[in-house]
C-alpha cells in the first residue's frame, strides 16, 4: 500500500486545463474544491456541500493520462474498504491556480466543513468522451504552482 502524505503537496508542473474542476463535474462558484474517492464514487466538497456527483470517467481519463499519470503515481485515491474514503484527497484552488494532494483526513482544515448533499439535488452529471480529453490535453499548459 502507497504512504499517505502527512501534509498537503502542491503537485507542481501538473499539466491540467483551467476548467478542470468543470470537467470533474464541479460547477460551483467556491474558490477551492477537494476532489477524493469513498468506495466507487468520486465526491467533491467545498466548504459549503459535499457531494458523491464528480464524474469518476474524466477522473480516471484524466489521472490515466501519459502525461499525467506521473504526477499521480505515488498517491493512492481509494481505499480497500468501501465505506471508507480514500486515503488521498486532490485540492484545486481556482483563485491561485494551484493544486495540492493530502491526506483525506485533512480537507476540512484546507476547505472548511461542509454538509451531505443528497444525490437528487446534484446536478446534471456529464461523461468526457476519451477524444474530449485529448483535446483539452493538447490545449493545456504546464503549471508550476506553490501552496
Known amino acids: 500500500m502507497k504512504r499517505v502524505p502527512p501534509t498537503?503537496?502542491?503537485?507542481?508542473?501538473?499539466?491540467?486545463p483551467d476548467n478542470l474542476a468543470d470537467v470533474l463535474n464541479y460547477r460551483r462558484p467556491?474558490?477551492?474544491v477537494a476532489f477524493y474517492w469513498q468506495g466507487a464514487d468520486l465526491w467533491w466538497q467545498d466548504g459549503r456541500a459535499?457531494?458523491?456527483a464528480g464524474d469518476c470517467e474524466a477522473w480516471m481519463l484524466y489521472?490515466?493520462?501519459p502525461r499525467i499519470r506521473p504526477f499521480f503515481?505515488?498517491?493512492q485515491w481509494h481505499d480497500d474498504d468501501p465505506e471508507k474514503a480514500g486515503p488521498t484527497f486532490l485540492l484545486l484552488d481556482r483563485r491561485k491556480n494551484r493544486v495540492a494532494v493530502g491526506p483525506v483526513e485533512r480537507k476540512e482544515q484546507a476547505i472548511g466543513r461542509a454538509p451531505y448533499v443528497p444525490l437528487d439535488e446534484a446536478p446534471y452529471l456529464h461523461n468526457l468522451a476519451k477524444k474530449d480529453l485529448e483535446h483539452i490535453m493538447d490545449k493545456t499548459r504546464n503549471n508550476d504552482p506553490v501552496l
Not at 8 to 16: H, K, T
Open 8 to 16: 498537503m503537496i502542491p503537485v507542481q508542473g501538473l499539466p491540467r
Open 30 to 32: 467556491m474558490p477551492r
Open 50 to 52: 459535499a457531494l458523491n
Open 63 to 65: 489521472t490515466e493520462h
Open 73 to 75: 503515481a505515488p498517491y
